[in-house]
């Protein structure tokens, strides 16, 4: 798998996949989960792996204290750029230059912790999901955003590449090529839960994410109310299976016994 601080290299890209409508539907998702399970109240968040920092600002324009961590400067310095034009969100943020693996966040400091689009380019998903469940704080969350192992080659055989999806499913393939050409590794749900209930985290009801528009392309680019229809009928099927089964990605959440 590529090394997250060579990340910066398809950082173009991310960023322009991160504005499609295609990718607006994982925020979007993502986001709605994450602020029904959060208090209504202001908590101290750790985004890691923060990126260009969407799912950060977001938080943070929720009105949430958020931290938000990466190990490459240049993509903290988009996050930083986008915030500089949001002065009433730079009080709530902090941005710091660190990997998964910084012993510089304290044990239990975080009510949320955000480790999303991380663990597909990491070879081993037990120390990526050990180290953010250690900085939950009672009664806080923990949210994992990973590629869907049981959904590799479903993108493929939608769009049309049959020897493909062919290739990857009788191979029984663990990873797949991502939205940014990168080879990433997948994950699934119930694998997931079980690191988080093994670092006594109670896993909550997981959901599949962009189920039914992954294959559609960058010239996917719906009126507000096609837009409005479409994540409509992803977030009711986000929950339920079959659907949520076959979704690109998997959202797991668990939460830390005990009062905040």
């Known amino acids: 798998m590529v090394p997250l601080t060579g990340f910066s290299a398809v950082g173009a890209a991310y960023a322009e996949h991160s504005g499609s409508a295609r990718g607006r539907l994982r925020h979007d998702l993502v986001e709605r989960r994450l602020r029904a399970e959060l208090p209504a109240s202001p908590v101290r968040i750790l985004d890691v792996g923060c990126g260009n920092g969407e799912m950060t600002i977001r938080l943070a324009a929720a009105g949430h204290r958020v931290t938000g961590v990466d190990p490459d400067p240049r993509m903290l310095a988009l996050t930083a750029g986008r915030l500089a034009a949001l002065p009433e969100l730079r009080e709530r943020v902090e941005l710091v230059e660190a990997g998964i ?99 006594g985290l109670t896993p909550l009801p997981w959901q599949g994410v962009r189920i039914f528009h992954d294959h559609l392309d960058a010239s996917w680019a719906p009126e507000r109310a096609a837009y409005d229809a479409a994540l409509a009928l992803q977030w009711t099927a986000s929950r339920r299976s079959p659907y949520r089964d076959i979704g690109r990605l998997v959202h797991t959440l668990a939460r830390r016994p005990g009062r905040p």
């Not at 400091?109 to 955000?114: I, M, S, Y």
């Not at 120390?127 to 869907?148: D, F, M, T, W």
């Not at 192992?149 to 499913?169: N, P, V």
């Open 101 to 199: 693996d910084s012993p510089a966040f304290g044990r239990g400091a975080f009510d949320g912790v955000c480790c999303h689009g991380v663990l597909m380019y990491l070879d081993d998903p037990g120390e990526a999901v050990a180290r953010p469940a250690g900085h939950v704080a009672p009664g806080g969350l923990l949210s994992i955003l990973a590629k869907n192992r049981r959904a590799i080659g479903m993108r493929e055989a939608l769009s049309g590449d049959a020897a493909g999806a062919h290739r990857l499913i009788a191979s029984g393939a663990d990873s797949s090529p991502g939205n940014l050409g990168l080879e990433t590794r997948g994950d699934t749900a119930e694998a997931l839960d079980g690191l988080a209930a093994g670092h």
